[in-house]
């Protein structure tokens, strides 16, 4: 069998991270294979200008079906790839809906986890060859926080069914890294947006409400808890301290953040700020947005990540909102295309 190249596993990568992550691997010349669940409609518009022309690329992007709530195809697919690095996104990521959904998430986000680890163990045993594994953990096990900021010796307080299955996850991967001696490394992520962000997170719910608003697409934007603070950074930077972990001797634990809190309500002002509006004039409170058990605080230590990998987080808050701003009025702008053209057509018919 000849020597591996350097090949790389990603669960989740149609997702945000999944996506930068990627597109950070191929530069580095590894061979990408990303896991996909299937699915009536196609879920891959984060990558699409990454496998739009998959046949000629090189290092190749290879996209595979399965899930994480099927152990057998897991290992056949360890099997088959023969990783040197797995990257774990995938999960159930909404808080709120975990609330909505806690038995799916705990069996995607929790033990999906485990049957990816027992794959890997399974593989490693049988042909001995070692496959470095990172843990996506959240800066949500933290929950009720016990002490400000949070560092990896923070004492874990998850405060709804996608922090306990986080946990879980964190925690699994951690027995099998003493147990079995697996290389496996957690990362810690707090908050982190981008363009790609999905709709329905807070973050991304308020910059493309927006330019909506701006282009009179829009009228009002509902929210829940303003006073909930973050510490927000930028995907792109947080998947380079992923790559990171796994490129050091020893596994271990890391917290990723910025060091810095804002809340939603200041995400809100700089939001509406850049585009010259006052948010309050757009903004209402809807009950039905609050948690049922709140996360009112969350600040990282990423003094270990930033002396021990070498990492940083190279755009700031600022730069993130404008960044996802300035993007969602494309966005904003093609939709009120697309609304003129068709208020025209409809026009021209009477």
């Not at 603070?229 to 995907?235: M, Y």
């Amino acid at each position: 069998m000849p020597a591996r190249s350097k090949r790389a596993l990603v669960t989740g990568i149609t997702g945000q991270d999944g996506s930068y992550l990627a597109e950070l691997l191929l530069e580095k010349g590894y061979e990408v294979h990303g896991l996909v669940r299937r699915s009536s409609t196609f879920g891959t518009q984060r990558i699409e200008h990454l496998y739009r022309d998959i046949h000629e690329a090189e290092p190749p992007l290879v996209l595979h079906h399965g899930d994480l709530a099927d152990g057998n195809g897991l290992a056949r697919l360890i099997r088959e790839i023969r990783p040197t690095e797995v990257y774990n996104l995938a999960a159930q990521s909404h808080v709120r809906v975990s609330f909505d959904q806690p038995t799916y998430t705990a069996d995607v986000t929790a033990v999906g986890t485990l049957r990816l680890l027992e794959a890997i163990r399974d593989f490693q045993d049988a042909v001995g060859c070692q496959v470095r594994f990172y843990q996506a953990s959240s800066s949500e096990m933290y929950g009720k926080v016990v002490e400000t900021p949070q560092r990896e010796t923070t004492p874990f307080y998850p405060r709804s069914p996608y922090g306990v299955a986080k946990l879980y996850s964190h925690w699994i991967t951690v027995n099998y890294r003493e147990s079995y001696g697996l290389h496996a490394s957690c990362g810690i992520l707090f908050n982190h947006e981008s363009p790609r962000r999905g709709e329905t997170f807070v973050t991304r719910k308020i910059t493309r409400a927006a330019t909506r608003i701006k282009l009179g697409l829009q009228k009002k934007l509902y929210l829940g808890n303003l006073d909930a603070r973050r510490d927000w950074g930028f995907a792109g930077d947080y998947v380079e301290a992923m790559w990171l972990m796994l490129q050091q001797e020893e596994p271990d634990d890391y917290v990723v953040s910025t060091d810095e809190t804002f809340s939603v309500r200041e995400f809100c002002e700089k939001t509406f700020g850049r585009l010259d509006l006052d948010y309050r004039d757009f903004i209402e409170i809807d009950p039905r947005y609050f948690r049922p058990a709140e996360v009112d605080l969350l600040l990282g230590c990423s003094e270990k990540a930033r002396t021990k990998l070498g990492w940083q987080p190279k755009v700031s808050f600022d730069e993130l909102v404008a960044l996802m701003v300035d993007a969602d009025m494309e966005l904003a702008r093609r939709e009120q295309v697309l609304r003129d053209a068709g208020h025209e057509v409809g026009l021209s018919r009477h």
